[in-house]
């Protein structure tokens, strides 16, 4: 019995990306990630930052996110609720 084929993404070469931070600060990184963490948390707003997430067991971070993607939340915009 042979095994179906399996599907593979196509790589997508890493290439000068600007992701921005929920502060607005930009980087211009070389990745083809979705979105980065910053963990150096450098600026004097970062400890009281609302973009700041504090995982169990990790260090805090910030979602760096290319400009050019949607808001994480851009779906529900059209959401339609019922009366």
């Known amino acids: 019995m042979t095994k179906p084929p399996t599907k593979r993404r196509a ?3 890493a290439g000068p990306q600007t992701y921005r931070a929920g502060c607005g600060r930009e980087w211009q990184v070389v990745s ?4 980065l963490a910053y963990t150096e948390q450098a600026f004097p707003e970062c400890p009281t930052c ?5 995982p169990d067991g990790g260090p805090p971070f910030c979602t760096l996110r290319p400009i ?3 808001h994480p939340f851009a779906g529900l915009a059209g959401l339609k609720l019922p009366d």
């Open 32 to 35: 083809a990630e979705p979105d």
């Open 50 to 54: 609302p973009h700041r997430v504090e």
């Open 68 to 70: 050019s993607a949607a």
């Open 11 to 13: 790589s997508v070469p």
